[in-house]
């Protein structure tokens, strides 16, 4: 395939999915700039993966897999280095200019709840929560089926409970 007809297709592509990625980086990071960063890296990793994108899987479950190994992988790295504080106070009072990025309070309440849930349970209630079915999820993770079926009971009781604990 030609190189701008490449290009083009994974352009359209990332049009059409950008939602996804978006929940990721929103899941997976509190800060407006760090969810931006990470949307980056996670287009830049599914660039260079995209020539050996064989279409074995659907488009969605691969761009899933590259998704989250990024983000485990800045996960990892980011464990290993010292805490960074903010720049200022003065920071967070900057304005968001990406209105995709704001977030509802009830759904800031259920990211703060799955925040507290392992980087793997994180991952198996963003994508029952996108509507995938219990085989995607496996496939997309390399968990067997009854595997994502018990974690996701588990994941929904800790998430009922830890709402109610945030409640006033």
């Known amino acids: 395939?030609?190189?701008?007809?490449?290009?083009?297709?994974?352009?359209?592509?990332?049009a059409i999915q950008q939602k996804l990625i978006h929940s990721l980086c929103s899941l997976y990071f509190s800060q407006s700039e760090d969810r931006k960063d990470m949307f980056q890296e996670?287009?830049?990793q599914l660039w260079k993966a995209y020539p050996s994108f064989n279409h074995q899987s659907?488009?969605?479950t691969w761009m899933y897999r590259i998704a989250l190994n990024t983000v485990f992988a800045k996960l990892r790295r980011e464990k290993s280095r010292p805490k960074n504080e903010p720049y200022s106070e003065y920071a967070y009072q900057i304005s968001a200019s990406d209105n995709s990025l704001e977030l509802t309070q009830a759904t800031e309440e259920l990211y703060r709840a799955i925040e507290q849930l392992s980087d793997?349970?994180?991952?198996?209630?963003m994508l029952y929560l996108e509507e995938h079915s219990y085989e995607e999820i496996a496939g997309i993770l390399n968990l067997s089926r009854t595997n994502v079926s018990?974690?996701?009971n588990q994941i929904k009781s800790k998430l009922e409970k830890l709402l109610k604990n945030q409640l006033p």
């Open 1 to 14: 395939m030609e190189k701008v007809s490449l290009q083009k297709e994974f352009v359209q592509l990332i």
């Open 42 to 44: 996670i287009v830049l």
């Open 58 to 60: 659907k488009v969605s």
């Open 120 to 125: 793997v349970d994180k991952a198996i209630i």
């Open 150 to 152: 018990t974690r996701i």
